[in-house]
């Protein structure tokens, strides 16, 4: 059986191991060298703020050494002319440095998907207290919601019916009142096909309650 020399099978492993790293930053200075643009792109599309000339530069030089801010600002000048136009979106300047933003003509489109974005959030406590106010006391008006909760509701009334959870009752209707009940969007939240199956609130308040017995 042939032997195998341990030694040099060791030194071998041991030289392709010191020439990965420097192949692997050679490639991506290549890269660089060839499309800077594309590289600084890339960086400016996953920052979650805006971002300098020196930030960039500061990315940049730790892996290719010729390039400098002047480079780096030259290359920005031209990509915001590149997105000035034909794009959904554009790279401005700002006083905190440069960043994509959607375009000005795409306003209506990105507030609906803010808007969608926004339903999907958890309801914050306020809106979940105005909530089973409207669940358990609706159909009622905004003077007795903010009556029973103290404070204005307005704000959280109007993000309940952007998330299309209360709605205004018999809208079509001249009413003196506006009231305002949950939707069937809310019951279907809820696993329940009517207002009869909510739990009952007894069990949950204290012993001297201290709620208005209309609340109750």
Same mark, same amino acid.
């Given at each position: 059986m042939k032997s195998v020399n341990l030694t040099s099978v060791n030194d071998g492993q041991k030289k392709l191991n010191e020439t990965k790293p420097k192949q692997k930053k050679d490639r991506v200075k290549l890269l660089l060298?060839?499309?800077l643009a594309k590289a600084m792109?890339?960086?400016l599309?996953?920052?979650p703020k805006a971002i300098t000339v020196k930030d960039l530069w500061q990315v940049i030089y730790k892996i290719d050494k010729s390039i400098t801010q002047t480079k +780096?600002?030259?290359v920005l000048i031209n990509l915001v002319k590149k997105y000035s136009f034909?794009?959904?979106f554009s790279l401005s300047k700002t006083s905190l440095g440069y960043r994509f933003y959607s375009s000005v003509e795409q306003k209506l489109i990105v507030e609906s998907f803010l808007q969608n974005i926004q339903i999907e959030q958890n309801l914050s406590l306020s809106s979940l207290e105005t909530l089973a106010i409207v669940a358990y006391k609706g159909p009622i008006s905004r003077t007795e919601i903010n009556s029973i909760r103290g404070v204005n509701s307005d704000s959280t009334i109007r993000t309940l019916?952007?998330?299309d959870l209360i709605t205004v009752k018999n809208p079509n209707k001249?009413? +003196?009142v506006t009231l305002f009940e949950v939707t069937d969007l809310f019951l279907e939240k809820m696993s329940i096909s009517s207002l009869d199956q909510l739990p009952?609130?007894?069990p949950y308040l204290p012993d001297e309650p201290l709620l208005d017995k209309k609340v109750i």
């Open positions: 060298e060839t499309d792109e890339a960086i599309i996953i920052s +780096i600002e030259q034909n794009y959904g019916q952007l998330r001249t009413n +003196i009952p609130l007894a």
